[in-house]
């Protein structure tokens, strides 16, 4: 048996991880453990004293500022409860811009004089701490030598634990910010455009005669897509773990074509990981809802329930750590890029996005009866608004290198950004933009042919799973994200542009109404219904061009999308330069989400670590193909010339000396000396020299990976790797 092989049956072998989970009555408390490593308002209750836990979670629900005082109460009450459960340090959790999580433990404990240690936590100690912000990305904001920066406790997002084999660790969610006060992270301008578009929201639901509502609350349930493969393959290939993707992998026999994948019957092993996985998660208070085998091989999704924008992307990071490490547990390594593996499915993260008030009001529901319902379509068109002037910004929220390989492939949205409403709301729209009087229509049943199955209601709409950002019943569903990413900037753009979108509507209609009868006049719907129609057939005749929905994978769209003048940005150098653009500049200041330097500040960094992402991947690419990928086809050619097969033989020869000047060129462009110094240059000459270069010298490997013996062949194959379980 070839060595491959052997491997592939020890890859293929798996046992229970001594049951850790088994069957347990999940009607008995002890056995539920949703939220037991949460320190939630629940935990809160039992453990403050009444007054503090009260003026708590009135400052909360107002969304105003914490008054330090209370600080100390809760910090004693967070450590008790920490040290019940086994943590010995606490850590400020963060999220700096390198897109993934931080955290610097310190320990409770303190010696005392007489040779023992005390366990001390103080309220300054949870609501601020002083990381190293010069190790971390800030495009310029903090020099190497301005090391200052601070963590702030963010209230709003429940500190929880964490639990490893040998301990626990209290982790306090924070907010990271330089010395001199500007943002560092992802959390911090999320928690700003929060408070714009409430802002924004609430004003406008004065117009409509809402005065019970507070505060208005962006809400998203982001659907994480992954790939699971055994971790024998994994450590074979240097390209996955120093990249996250192959770099080489010629097509398989089999891919996804016959679709017998999606949605298919769960492998057992998997599964396992699945059910230990939501266990995990449900201990911290993260609420996943679905699970499901994905399009391609070897891939999947799970999905929670909606939570507010900044818990909800909190859980987000949470959700990609957990999944990672108890992938370990069963001897696989969950895969996050967005295209481990080409030519068959990438991985997205699907993020469903809607508003909502503190009294419980769905902004987005279009209830019964959408074109009666006022507020709904000024909400909707506020949305429509949003996308349409800042295609740009959304496309530059979700830039990244590994999703300039998904973007725009037959498996994900385009990069043109697109909305998709529906047959039923783009005739209320289209009726309303021609003046003429829409009724909803009533709602139909399926009829499915034999009488022992129910009738089932019939949607007003098809869903559109080729569309970028796609109305879904009562949200938006922007499913543009990659699977690596924070949703964090994305939904701060997102928040930010519909703000904006909200208050130039709610301006014209204000104006409209400044003469009429006032909030409670009994003829004021009337006049509210007669100034809002003109203002909405303004706004969806002006932004209309962005609303699609037909097929975003078809070659004339992107015609037709040119011919509309949207954008097409098809790779991240393209779309980075709109997150500083004048307008966008202008448009988060005002708003107070993000300063000029903040966002250049973005800007560098993302640059930067596109221009360095790839960097690894060329020199990786360069280093396998001249240290195992030639060596091999030399000596399947050598073979080949011992036995006299001279057809064979040359056809060999040409492919490796095709691979050779493919890797020649491939060095050439790795050089340091050949590339431009200026940043956005740098990332030009990534895009248009260093990318290509990979692509011959991949191109001209995978034609040799299906003529060099097996046993020769030195990386796994992708037939091995996705089938394999």
């Avoid at 008790?80 to 433990?105: D, N």
């Avoid at 609501?127 to 702030?152: H, K, V």
């Avoid at 992307?313 to 996050?336: E, I, K, P």
Wanted: hydrophobic share 40%.
């Amino acid at each position: 048996m070839p060595r491959i092989r052997q491997q592939n049956v020890f890859a293929a072998q798996w046992t229970p991880n001594g049951g850790a989970l088994g069957a347990p009555d999940l009607t008995h408390p002890d056995n539920q453990v949703f939220g037991a490593n949460v320190f939630s308002p629940a935990v809160q209750r039992q453990r403050l004293p009444t007054d503090v836990f009260n003026r708590l979670q009135d400052t909360l629900a107002r969304g105003e500022a914490l008054d330090t005082s209370l600080a100390d109460a809760v910090a004693l009450a967070m450590k008790e409860w920490a040290l019940e459960r086994g943590a010995t340090h606490y850590t400020h959790w963060f999220q700096p811009l390198t897109g993934s999580t931080a955290e610097k433990h310190d320990s409770f404990y303190a010696p005392t004089s007489e040779g023992t240690a005390l366990a001390e936590f103080s309220g300054k100690e949870l609501i601020q701490g002083e990381p190293d912000a010069s190790s971390f990305p800030t495009g310029g904001i903090r020099a190497t030598f301005e090391a200052r920066g601070y963590t702030a406790w963010d209230p709003t997002s429940p500190a929880f634990i964490l639990e490893n084999p040998n301990g626990t660790l209290l982790c306090i969610p924070t907010a990271f910010a330089s010395w001199t006060g500007e943002a560092l992270d992802h959390k911090i301008p999320l928690l700003r455009s929060m408070d714009a578009l409430s802002k924004s929201a609430i004003r406008a639901l004065r117009l409509f005669g809402d005065s019970a509502a507070q505060r208005v609350f962006t809400t998203i349930g982001p659907e994480q897509e992954y790939f699971l493969i055994d971790e024998q393959f994994y450590f074979e290939r240097p390209d996955l773990y120093t990249t996250g993707r192959t770099l080489f992998g010629a097509k398989p026999p089999k891919g996804h074509e016959l679709d017998d994948h999606y949605f298919g019957s769960i492998p057992e092993r998997i599964l396992a990981y699945m059910l230990d996985t939501e266990r995990e998660l449900a201990k911290l208070g993260v609420p996943v809802k679905t699970r499901h085998n994905e399009v391609a091989p070897n891939q999947y999704e799970i999905a929670p329930i909606f939570e507010n924008s900044n818990v909800g992307s909190d859980h987000q990071q949470l959700t990609m750590q957990v999944m990672q490490n108890v992938a370990r547990r069963y001897g696989l390594v969950c895969l996050l890029h967005e295209k481990p593996f080409a030519g068959v499915n990438g991985s997205g993260k699907h993020n469903n996005w809607s508003m909502g008030t503190d009294t419980g009001k769905n902004l987005l529901e279009p209830g019964d009866t959408p074109h009666r319902n006022l507020e709904f379509l000024f909400f909707c068109a506020a949305v429509m608004q949003a996308v349409n002037k800042h295609q740009g910004l959304l496309r530059a929220s979700i830039a990244s290198p590994g999703q300039d390989h998904r973007l725009g492939a037959n498996e994900a949205p385009p990069a043109i950004i697109s909305v998709f409403l529906g047959a039923e709301l783009e005739r209320v729209f289209g009726a309303l933009e021609r003046g003429e009087t829409s009724e909803t229509r009533a709602q139909s049943f399926l009829g499915l042919g034999t009488p022992v199955l129910p009738q089932l209601p019939k949607h007003g709409g098809d869903r559109n799973r080729t569309s970028p950002f796609a109305f879904t019943g009562n949200k938006f569903e922007f499913r543009a994200l990659g699977s690596s990413q924070s949703p964090s900037l994305p939904n701060t753009v997102l928040n930010t542009i519909v703000a904006e979108a909200i208050d130039e509507l709610a301006d014209e209609l204000e104006k409209a109404l400044q003469d009429g009868p006032q909030a409670g006049d009994p003829l004021r719907d009337s006049v509210l219904a007669d100034a809002l129609r003109p203002i909405l057939q303004r706004s969806y005749a002006a932004n209309k061009r962005v609303v699609f929905g037909g097929d975003n994978y078809d070659e004339g769209w992107h015609t037709e999308a040119e011919q509309r003048g949207l954008l097409n940005l098809r790779a991240t150098p393209d779309a980075l330069p709109y997150l500083v653009s004048e307008e966008t500049v202008a448009l988060f200041e005002s708003l107070g989400v993000l300063s000029r330097r903040e966002l250049e500040s973005r800007h560098e960094v993302f640059l930067e670590q596109y221009v360095t992402k790839l960097n690894i991947e060329a020199e990786t690419a360069a280093s396998i193909a001249r240290t195992m990928l030639l060596p091999a086809a030399a000596r399947h050619l050598a073979l080949l010339l011992e036995a006299q097969l001279g057809e064979l033989a040359g056809e060999t020869s040409d492919l490796i000396a095709e691979l050779t000047e493919a890797i020649k060129r491939l060095e050439t462009a790795n050089l340091a000396e050949n590339q431009p110094e200026e940043l956005h240059s740098h990332a030009e000459f990534m895009r248009d020299t260093v990318i290509p270069a990979m692509a011959a010298v991949r191109e001209s490997a995978d034609r040799l990976e299906k003529v060099v013996a097996d046993d020769i062949w030195p990386l796994p194959k992708y037939s091995e790797i996705l089938f394999i379980k």
